[in-house]
């Protein structure tokens, strides 16, 4: 039996990332891996956004995740944009890595949209990152993306364009940028169910407001712990993944109300 806690995924940074940024003024020093302990998470989606890191370090940290996936939006250090998908080959040195690291389990695109940035990436060359994560002599691994509120189901046209670029994914990861649109959610999560028809869906949560760059509020934080909840119960949805370790040791409320909440919850049975 599974219980919310299985289902849990964080989403991380490298310690100190976002200080000076979106409204932040306070140096953070949580490691990805304790906020995945923080916050009650098995599973951890880790995004360097920009920052050059040594990944083979950061996956003997991850050894306690039951799950662990990495960008390929960027390159290998985590620092340019000439990923996947400008370069499928270059998850092979992933794959090599899940050799030697057993809960490496997929890779994800992160802010794959972008203001149209998905345009630069040729269809063929995301199937065919696709057929390397799936078909390797290590195991298969899944491929994700990020798709944010707002940037589809607004227009035909635009998303007549881009979903063919959405085919080839395993999984998609929803987030809402900023709680002033969180009003929205139920009409976008209907337009989100149709056009993911056969994939893996993950809610994403943000415990620090980056749309609106401030503190998040925390009833909106409890709204969204309840609402994915239950649609993960239903089984509209796969998991929940938590945003993120870089805010979490800077007694924000927000993350009070989420540390409170999974103190009730983490342990309940889901199927």
Known sequence: MATLKDKLWLWGHPEGKYYKEYGNEEISRM?????????????????????????????????????????????????????????????????????????????????????????????????????????????????????????????????KEFLPYLEPFDGVTLWTMGESKLWKFEDTFKKFKEITQGKKRILGLYLYNFGDSKKADPKQVAWQLDRYYELLKAGEVDGICLHTNTMADLDHEGYKVCTDWLKIHKDDVID
């Open 31 to 159: 490691t990805p891996l304790e906020g995945a302990m923080y916050l009650d998470c098995t599973g951890i989606f880790m995004i360097p956004a920009g920052t050059k890191v040594n990944r083979r370090q950061y996956h003997h940290s991850f050894k306690p995740m039951q799950r662990v996936g990495w960008d390929i939006l960027r390159d290998n250090d985590g620092f340019s944009l000439k990923g996947a998908g400008a370069n499928p080959e270059i998850v092979k040195e992933l794959i090599d890595e899940a050799r030697d690291f057993e809960n490496i389990t997929c890779a994800v695109f992160d802010d794959f949209i972008a203001g149209g940035r998905y345009k630069n990436y040729p269809v063929e060359n995301l199937w065919k990152t696709r057929d390397l994560l799936h078909n390797n002599d290590v195991r298969p691994l899944e491929m994700w993306m990020v798709l944010y509120t707002g940037e589809f189901g607004e227009d035909a046209e635009k998303d």
